[in-house]
């Protein structure tokens, strides 16, 4: 058995790892770590869980590198900065889920993460990136730093673009809408539900950091397909759920049907991928309450002959596949077993 902890265990993306750990068939969840719920039980902090397994949670000490294989830090930036620093190299795998690694230019980093001191040393080393795009890179990694939640959605739309048919991207404008979980159980007034019910807040109208994760993954992995990246993200009265549109303008020609093909070359043997047609169920797809509770991301293909750009939709649910979903999926690559184990679960609907 693979013995894992969660640092953050009393955060939303914590209670979902431990959600999907405890029903894991080859992991025994040994630690919960925190530091504003010291000694509650998971059945305390999370209403919908009821199997405690003994555990509390505890202070994050030194000891904790003879009790884990694997740890997971759903954790701020500035506390994953501060314990990977600690950590790294006396415990086989460290999956952080936070911004502290994800962007690897010093430059960029320090402008979209100001407040996060991070060891230079340690950023060259964490593999990063969604799964699906870097699995044999997650075999033999020690520091594991995955994508955001927006952030994964827009890759996993411009991959198939970028890496599988090798266009240019001459620039790229993204729509994000997210539910309200994608802010985490931070108390602010803009989350009172008497402000949040019923509007479509513009949080992040001329820029957001996950857009810059994007740019910078997509440039290292295939210099010079990617031009200007632009974000604009809105907080819907969802819960759960996001959906991104990314609109694409290249001066290469492509037809419908080769972007098809190529989607669904990109994303064949990938099981959580899906690609589908806007048109194919009952309601158009891709949305966000079709793969809730699920570690599945549906993403679709259009082009715009009369706008002159490419359309690319993806849709996941933020706490599942943008977070504790794909941080399970990275352990089981790192682990060697397969990426699905644990991640069966199918989508609830409607929710």
């Known amino acids: 058995m693979i013995r894992a902890g969660v640092v ?80 790294a190299d006396r415990i086989p795998a460290v999956v952080d889920l936070s911004g502290a690694f994800r962007i690897r230019t010093r430059e960029l980093h320090e402008r979209w993460y100001p407040k996060v001191d991070r060891r230079t040393d340690l950023a060259d080393r964490f593999v990063y990136g969604v799964p699906e795009l870097i699995g ?3 075999r033999d990694a020690a520091l594991i730093s995955l994508p955001g939640c927006y952030a994964t959605a827009i890759t996993l ?17 993204v729509d994000g809408k997210s ?23 513009p949080y992040s109208p001329t820029g957001h950091r996950h857009a810059a994760e994007v740019g910078d993954f997509l440039e290292r992995s295939r210099p010079g397909t990617i031009g200007r990246l632009s974000m604009s993200a809105y907080g819907v009265p969802n819960v759960r759920g996001l959906l991104t549109s990314s609109y694409v303008f290249t001066d290469e020609k492509v037809e419908q049907r080769e972007l098809n093909r190529a989607f669904l070359r990109f994303y064949r043997g990938h099981p959580f991928v899906r690609v589908r047609r806007h ?15 699920s570690n599945f991301a549906d993403v679709t293909v259009l082009l715009d002959d009369e706008g002159g750009r490419i359309v690319v939709l993806a849709a996941l649910d933020n706490l599942v596949k943008g ?10 690559l790192r682990f060697g077993l397969p990426e699905e184990t644990g991640l069966t679960q199918q989508p609830v609907m409607p929710a």
């Open 323 to 332: 977070a504790a979903g794909q941080a399970v999926q990275a352990a089981n």
């Open 136 to 138: 044999d890179r997650l």
């Open 157 to 173: 739309g411009l991959a198939p673009l970028t890496l599988g048919l090798g266009l240019h991207l001459k620039t790229v404008v």
């Open 8 to 87: 953050g265990a009393s955060g939303l993306v914590g209670g979902e790892l431990i959600r999907l750990l405890i029903q894991h068939p080859d992991v025994e969840l040994t630690f919960l770590g925190g530091s504003s719920s010291i000694a509650r039980r998971p059945s305390e902090l999370h209403p919908g869980l009821r199997v405690d397994r003994g555990l509390t949670v505890q202070p994050v000490t030194e000891d904790i590198v003879d009790r884990v294989d694997v740890l997971f830090l759903a954790t701020p930036a500035p506390v994953s900065a501060e314990l990977a620093s600690l950590l």
């Open 279 to 293: 048109d194919e169920t009952l309601i158009p797809v891709p949305d966000p309450q079709v793969v809730l509770g």
């Open 179 to 201: 539910g309200s979980s994608g802010g985490g159980i931070q108390l602010r007034t803009s989350d009172l539900h008497p402000f949040r019910a019923g509007a479509i807040a």
